[in-house]
C-alpha cells in the first residue's frame, strides 16, 4: 500500500465495482458448484454471443499461466511442441509451466514482440522436409499474445496470415489474451472478438488484468477440440470449486459493454503518458498502442520519477540506461494519470 | 438457485460477510501481487500464531485438489509414492492428479475413513524388508485428511501414532484439511492447530469449504522442506496474480476467532439433523461428528425428502436403500435446519 | 555363474545358439539404424504372418517394462487409466512406470492371477453409470499379461469374453506377452497368436525370457493405433540405434518355428519338475500349466533345496512356510532337470 | 546392405569381433539379472581404474538419449533445466525428451558445436540478478557432448573453465560422451578419462558409437549424485535384464586398451579422407579433428559422391552446395578409405 502513484502494473487493485456488487448481492445464494451453475451459464451465452460462435465452448479458469498450460499441453500429442515467439509469456515467464507438461516451446525470432505468418511458415516446413523428422520434435500448434508482451497489437492482416498458415499446417492456432480488454480499446486495433473466433481454435479474454479479482475466459469456436477438458481441468487442479465466482466476474464484464468501456480509459491513459514523455524527450523502448508505455530512462530520471511513481523495471540498455514501464489498468484515475504527467513534464530527458 | 432447502454440499454459497466487507474497503487498494502483500503476510503471521509454529512457513493456494497434488508431488521423489487410505480423496476423487504428477497412490484400507499407523508401518516395513525392493515404488509420504471423506475425526493418540511411525520411516507426514474448521468444532475433537504443527510436515487449512470464496492456507511448520516453492506452484499454474484476495480472506478468518466460530455452527446444526434422523428411525451409513451426516434411506423416503430439500447422493447401498449426505456450511441458518428436521419428524423411517 | 542347478528365473542365459549365429554372421555388414534395415523388416514379416495381420505393425522393443509404460501411456489419453489384476506386473514389479508416465493403474481382483471380464465390465459400467465421473479417473484400455505372473493362461473363451467387453466400452485391450513362447507351448493352451491378432488392440510377443539376449515384438493388429509412434519410441530413450539387433533375433526365433520349440522344452521340463514335487507331498501355491512351478515348502525344506538349486523366494505363507518359484527356461537342458527332480524325490514333505 | 562404400556413420556394423567372442563364450553360463552379475562388477572396476574414481559409481544403459533422459532429468529439481549449446543432441536430435520429462532445455550460441564458460556463467549469473527469477526457470546442470556433435573438441582449459563456472554456481556438469572413443583417440586431444572424472559431475562413455552392439557406461566419480537410480532406471524401461550383455561388452572394452585402439584407426581413417577433401579443393564445413569429415559439395560433386559412397546429409548451404558428413567408424577398413579416396581424387572440386 504504497504512497506512491501506481502505474507498476494492471494486476495491483481489486476488481471493478460492479463485480464486487454482484459478489455481494448473491453471496448468500446457493448453486451448485465446478461452473454449473446459472452465472456460469449466462457468462458462458454473453460471450459465446460476443464472439458469434454459437456452437462454440467456454470455460472459466482462474489464472493466465494455468490456463496457458492446461490448453497447450491439452492439445499437443506426446511428440509436439508449440510455436511460440522467443518472447512469449509460455516462454520466457512462466517457469517452465509447457515443458513441466512436456512439451518443447519451438521459439521464432520476434519482431516488437510479434511472430510472423512467414516464421510459422518456415518450422513447420522445415519440419516436413527433413528427412529425419521423426526423430525431432513435430510443430503441433502456435502461440501468440494480443496484446504482445511489449504491449504492441497484431493487426486484422497479420492474425489472417498467420491462421492461413496454421490450416494449412493443421496447426491449432492459440491467442492469449491476457490484457486483452487494452487491445480491443487500443485505436490502432482492428481486431473483433468476431475475428478470433473465426481465425483462432483457441482463445482467451483475460479477467485478471482487466477489471476481475482473477479468472479468465477461454472459447474454443469449434466445440470438441478437447474431449473430457472438465476432466482435464480437474485434474490439474484449476477447477474451481465455487465456479460462479467465474461466471459472476465474466457475467459482469460482458454486461453492457463493461469489458470494453474499462480497457478504454486505461489505454487512453497510457497514450497521453507515452505523449508526454515523447514531449519530454524521452526515447522509447517501442511505441505501445495499448496501457503499457515503454520509455528508456536515465539511470537519475529513473530514480526521479520512482521517489513519486511505482513503475517496472524492464530491461537494463547499457550502463546508464534502463527501459521501465509505466502500466495504466482499468483502475488508473485520471487524477493519477494526471500527476503522473505532471512529474514527466517537470523532469524532461536531459 | 434452487428453491429447496440447501443441504447438499458446504461450497454452494459465497464466502462469510467479514471476507466480502474486507474485499469492498480494500478493493482499490494498490498491493504487490503473488501474495507478496501486507494482507498475506498479515495472515501469515496470525496462522502461524494459531499453530505456534513461528518459524513455519505458509503458503496460500486456490483449491484442495490444486494444493495436494502441488504439495505430493513435491514432497516425493521420483521412485516415490503417497499412502494413503482407498477412501482418501486423492484415490478416488481428483481425476487422477497424483498420477498426472507422476506418482503412484499407495492404498490401504480405510476404517471410517480413516487408515492406521498399523497400516502405514506395514507398508513402509514391507518395503524394507523386500529384497526385491528396488523394482517396486518406495513409500515416500503419508497423507490423511481430517476430517475424512466420511465427516469423521481422527483422535489425537491416533495421530501421535500415525506421526510416530511417519518419524520411524522418515515419511513426511501430511494432513489434507479441507473442512478442518468442522474438525476444530467438532465436540469429539482432541486436536489443535498446534498439535497438526507439531505431528505434521505440511497441512492446509481449508478455505474453500470453510467460509472463503476460495482459497486454502497450507502450513509446513519446519520452513524448508519444499525448496523453491513459490516457483514451483507458479509452474503448476497455481500462482494467483492478485494473491492478496487469499491473504485477505485468511486474514478475516483468522481474526477474532472466525474459523473456529463458523465451524461451530455447522457441527451443531450438522448434530441437530443426526439426531432427529436416528429418532426418526433412520440408519446411519456411520456416525458422524462433524457437519456431514449420512443415514440410509429407502428408496421412497429419498424420493420424498428431496422434494423439499437438496442433499447428496453418497452409495447405493442395495435396490431399495441408498446412503445419502446432509452437508450443513457455515452459511446454514437455524431455520433452514429446524425446516429440515421438521421434514424428517414428518416422515420417519418405516 | 553359481555352481547349482539353475531354476531361478527365465533370463539367466544368453541366447538361443541360432541367435548368436546370427549376430556373428552379419556383423560386419552395414545396415541403416533405428529398425529400418532388412532384418527387422523379415522379422516384421514373419511375424505378421505368424498372426495372420498382413495390415497390421510390428515394432521392436528392447524390454518388458519399457513396451508396457510406452505403449500404455501412448494409446491412453490424460484422463484415462488401465484396468489391470491388482497383480499385473505393470502394477507392482514397475517401479511404478506407469504413474511416472500420468497415468492410475485402475487395479480389479485377481484369481490365479487372471482378471475377468465381468470385472472389466464392472468398472467400465461403474464409470458410465456414476453421476460425477468427470471427476474421477476415466477407463482406458485392458492390461493382461499371458501367461500372467503366476504362470497362470486364459483360456481362449476368456480372451474372447474380455475382448468382447473392450469393444462395447472401446476400451483398447493390450496382452504383454513377456513368456508367450511358454504360453504357446503350454499343452493347456487353446490360444493361437492368430487368435491375439484378432482379440487385441496391441500385443507384444516376448524376446528377453523366450530364448532373445533382449527384445519385445510389439504387435498392432491394425495399423495406425498409435500415430507417430516411432518419435514417441525415441523420445523415451527406448530407440535402439543398431536396430537390426532385434530384427535379428526375431527374424531367428521367427525362422522354422523356433520360437514354439523352445517354449516346448522349458514346459516340459516345468510339468515334470511341478509332478515331481506333487508326488513327494509338496502343496502347491496354485498348479501351472507354463514354465513356472511355485511349491510351498518348509523353511527346512526351502533350506535344504537351496544349498543345491538356485530358485526364487514368491512369499511367505506364515511362520513356517514359504512359496518359491522353479523356473525353466529355453536353456534349462533334460540333465539339470533330471538332477533336480533327484533331489525332489530325496526330500520328500514330511 | 548396400553395395556402395559405408561412411554414413558409426553405428552401421555390428561390434567389435571381440565382444561377440565373449558373447558367444559365455552364452550358456547362468548369472543374475539387472546388472548384478560378475561381468557388470568387472567393468565397472575397469571402468573406475581407467578413470582413477575408486569411490565412483558406474551405471550400465543401452541407448545415449535414454541416458541423456534418465540422467538430466534425475539430476534436475522440478523448477530446474539445463544449460546447454542450440547444437547439443538433447536440444535438437532427442524428440523432446528432456521436455517430455519436464524440463527446459536452456540454449546459448554455440561456435563449432561448443559451448563457452562465459555463456554459462552469463546464463547462471543472469538468473542470479534477476529479481524476478522466482517466475523463470533457474539453471540446473550444464550439458556437453565430447566429440560435439561436429565432431569437435572441448580442450582440457575450455573443461576446466566450464567446471570452474560450474563449480561456482552450484551447477552439476554432465558430458555426453557418446562417441568418446574417437576423442580419446584424436591427436589434438589433451582430455583424459582421469580429467573427465576430475572435472564433471557425471559423464557416459559411449560404447553404441563405439564398438559395442549397443551400451553407454555411465560414470559418476562422486558416488550419491542420483539417489535410488536403480530404481529411476527400472521406472524410465531401460533397465536390461540379462544386464551382463552391457557388462560383457564393456569389459571387453576396457579390457587391453581395447576401447582407445578402435576410436585410434577411425580417427587416422577419418584425417585421410579429410586431407584428400581439402587437397581436392573442397571446402570444408568446418575442421574436425575426429571421424567425422564434413566438406561441402556441389550438388554435382554430391551426386556423384552418392553413386559409389554412402554418405550423409549435413546441411543445405544455398541452392547449389550441401554440406555433407563423411563418418568413420571402429570397422572402417583400410581398404575402404584408399577406395573412398581414389574416387575424391578422381573427383576434385571444379
Not at 474454443?220 to 460462479?244: S, V
Request: a negative charge; glycine letters at 8%; proline letters at 5%.
Amino acid at each position: 500500500m504504497s504512497e506512491k502513484l501506481g502505474f507498476v502494473s494492471d494486476y495491483m487493485e481489486g476488481a471493478h465495482p460492479e463485480i464486487i456488487k454482484r459478489l455481494t448481492e448473491t453471496n448468500f445464494e446457493k448453486t451448485p458448484g465446478y461452473g454449473l451453475d446459472p452465472y456460469s451459464d449466462s457468462a458462458t451465452e454473453k460471450i459465446k454471443k460476443a464472439c458469434t460462435c454459437p456452437d462454440g465452448e467456454v470455460f472459466f479458469l482462474v489464472g493466465g499461466t494455468q490456463t496457458n498450460m492446461i490448453v497447450i499441453t491439452s492439445v499437443l500429442k506426446p511428440y509436439q511442441g508449440v510455436i511460440a515467439a522467443e518472447t512469449g509469456h509460455i516462454n520466457g515467464h512462466e517457469a517452465g509451466a509447457i515443458e513441466a507438461g512436456g512439451h518443447k516451446v519451438l521459439t521464432v525470432p520476434h519482431k516488437l514482440g510479434k511472430l510472423s505468418a512467414a516464421d510459422v511458415e518456415r518450422v513447420a516446413k522445415g519440419y516436413m522436409d527433413d528427412d529425419n523428422h521423426d526423430h525431432i520434435v513435430m510443430p503441433g500448434m502456435v502461440y501468440i499474445s494480443q496484446p504482445t508482451e511489449f504491449g504492441t497489437l497484431y493487426s486484422l492482416a497479420e492474425l489472417e496470415a498467420i491462421s492461413e498458415v496454421c490450416h494449412k499446417y493443421s496447426l491449432p492456432f492459440y491467442v492469449d489474451g491476457a490484457r486483452m480488454a487494452y487491445a480491443l480499446a487500443s485505436p490502432q486495433n482492428d481486431v473483433t472478438l468476431e475475428d478470433y473466433a473465426r481465425l483462432c481454435d483457441v482463445f482467451y479474454i483475460g479477467g485478471t488484468k482487466c477489471g476481475a479479482l482473477f479468472g479468465e475466459a477461454l472459447v474454443i469456436p469449434k466445440k470438441g477440440l478437447i474431449p473430457h477438458f472438465f476432466t482435464i481441468i480437474k485434474q490439474r487442479g484449476a477447477l474451481l470449486a465455487k465456479g460462479r465466482m467465474l461466471g459472476l466476474q465474466f457475467d459482469a464484464l460482458f454486461t453492457d459493454g463493461l469489458y470494453e468501456k474499462l480497457g478504454k480509459t486505461a489505454v487512453e491513459y497510457g497514450a497521453r503518458i507515452q505523449k508526454a514523455l515523447i514531449e519530454a524527450g524521452y526515447p522509447l523502448y517501442l511505441e505501445s498502442p495499448t496501457n503499457q508505455v515503454f520509455p528508456i530512462l536515465t539511470n537519475e530520471a529513473k530514480k526521479k520519477f520512482e521517489e513519486e511513481v511505482d513503475i517496472a523495471f524492464w530491461e537494463k540498455m547499457d550502463e546508464e540506461h534502463t527501459a521501465v514501464r509505466f502500466c495504466t489498468s482499468w483502475a488508473s484515475t485520471e487524477e493519477d494519470t494526471n500527476k503522473v504527467i505532471e512529474i514527466i513534464k517537470a523532469n524532461p530527458c536531459k
